[in-house]
């Protein structure tokens, strides 16, 4: 009977770690809550306020505007202080601000113009929150962990994007869009509760009178230059960046496209992306097994080439019979997206020093989540100026050559996880704060020929 248990216990450390699975547990139910309100927020838009395309576009803009004018500044902050406070206040302001559309929909008074200024302050504290949280793993859990660790994670949000939809529109078919999305405010508060009791202590940087607080823009260009000038961070904020653009072109549209030309019930959306999202549970589950077999590169560059195939399935979609098209093909991006940013993901906390995870993670996050308000912009745009089916082949199509920065790159070479780089004060400056990697191939995957074959 013990070896079977043995057996059949969950595998890895982690299983073993109180904190991790603290963290873990807590932003599990976050993550669930927030697939509520993905879907109940745009559904307000759409039938409650029956906004126009371009309007309707601007809601999902303002939900990532903040990652381009706030993500730099707060990568310093987040390097400055500590990480698990910045967590718990960004849960607790999210909570209050949701609460208030339900409530103001409750008095008569719920306006558009409330939806989208909770859409850029809620986006206000997710930069904080993101930028902490990627920089909060690395610290909390050892370095040959970290696969481990956002696999787990990633796992999760994948488990959630299953049951998450189909909740959704369950309870906006029950108690209306407003009124569903307490669920998602209730579940910030029971993630601030798990984090609360999380043990171990971060050490902040010594300070002294004779070593005063560095002025804020040389520490955002230190991080800047830390992706901008490493030739494998640089190929992937470039092919992550891409697909965020296109992919924000199409799916800025796509609610809009099934509701009004589609013309899918909450429950059928709901169920799309719930069915659709099996692939990224099966991407979180395998991704371990992947890198290790073909390597870290091929188990970034793969993945990258399947999300960008999958994207063809929303225009192709028959209008008679869209449900199955819809499906596969948000199988397929969800595959491909999640075994993707667990090992990229990955990279780029093992190769960057403790000292610089905050800004590193908040460049990266300005790069490559600033083009989401973009794409969200011009697929509102495109679709107002040549209708919504058109909007959606222009996000397929331009997203399709976005996994050509990794496959092309360096990036497709690396072989087993690198050790941290910690540059040198002479190096660094030298460097502009950067410095180059050696040649990470310790167990090299498959030839590039092979991996394209």
């Known amino acids: ?104 929909y409750g008095f008569g008074v719920l306006t558009v113009w409330q939806l989208l200024a909770v859409q850029f302050v809620v986006g206000i504290f997710t930069v904080f929150f993101d930028v902490a949280y990627q920089s909060y793993l690395p610290f909390l859990v050892d370095r040959e962990h970290l696969i481990e660790g956002n696999a787990k994670l990633q796992l999760t949000v994948s488990v959630a994007q299953v049951a998450g939809p189909s909740l959704s529109g369950g309870l906006i078919a029950a108690i209306t869009a407003p009124y569903a999305i307490v669920a998602d405010a209730i579940s910030y508060v029971v993630s601030m509760a798990f984090m609360i009791p999380i043990r171990k202590q971060e050490v902040l940087p010594e300070r002294t009178a004779d070593t005063p607080r560095p002025a804020m823009l040389p520490e955002v260009k230190e991080g800047l230059n830390w992706v901008l000038k490493n030739r494998f961070l640089r190929s992937i904020a470039g092919c992550t960046g891409t697909a965020n653009f296109f992919g924000s072109i199409a799916f800025a549209i796509f609610v809009l496209y099934a509701v009004r030309t589609l013309h899918l019930s909450s429950v059928e959306v709901g169920g799309t992306f719930a069915a659709g999202s099996v692939g990224a549970i099966l991407g979180a589950l395998v991704v371990n097994r992947m890198q290790a077999a073909i390597g870290v590169g091929p188990a970034i560059v793969l993945p990258a080439v399947l999300s960008s195939i999958g994207g063809l399935a929303f225009p192709l979609a028959p209008r008679a019979f869209p449900l199955p098209v819809l499906i596969v093909g948000f199988f397929v991006v969800q595959f491909g997206a999640i075994a993707y940013n667990i090992t990229q993901v990955s990279l780029r906390q093992a190769i960057t020093p403790e000292r610089l995870q905050g800004r590193m993670n908040a460049a990266m996050r300005w790069i490559v ?75 090299p995957g498959p030839p590039a020929a092979d991996l394209e074959a």
């Open 369 to 443: 989540w600033g083009t989401i308000p973009l794409g969200t912009l011009a697929g509102g745009g495109l679709a107002t100026a040549f209708g919504l089916h058109t909007g959606l082949w222009i996000g397929a199509v331009g997203g399709l050559f976005s996994f050509l920065f990794v496959a092309l790159s360096p990036v497709r070479s690396i072989g087993a996880m690198p050790d941290t780089l910690e540059p040198t004060s002479a190096q660094a400056e030298a460097a502009g704060g950067v410095v180059e990697p050696a040649p990470m191939i310790v167990e």
């Open 1 to 104: 009977m013990s070896d079977l248990c043995r057996r059949l216990a969950p595998k890895g450390a982690l299983w073993r770690h109180p904190d991790f699975l603290k963290l873990w547990t807590g932003q599990s139910i976050s993550e669930l809550g927030s697939q509520v309100s993905q879907l109940a927020i745009p559904w307000v838009a759409a039938v409650v306020l029956h906004v126009s395309p371009f309007v309707f576009s601007l809601l999902a803009t303002l939900g990532f505007l903040p990652f381009i004018i706030f993500a730099l500044p707060a990568g310093v902050w987040v390097d400055r202080l500590r990480r698990r406070p910045i967590l718990i206040f960004g849960d607790v302001g999210r909570a209050v601000l949701l609460a208030t559309i339900p409530v103001a």
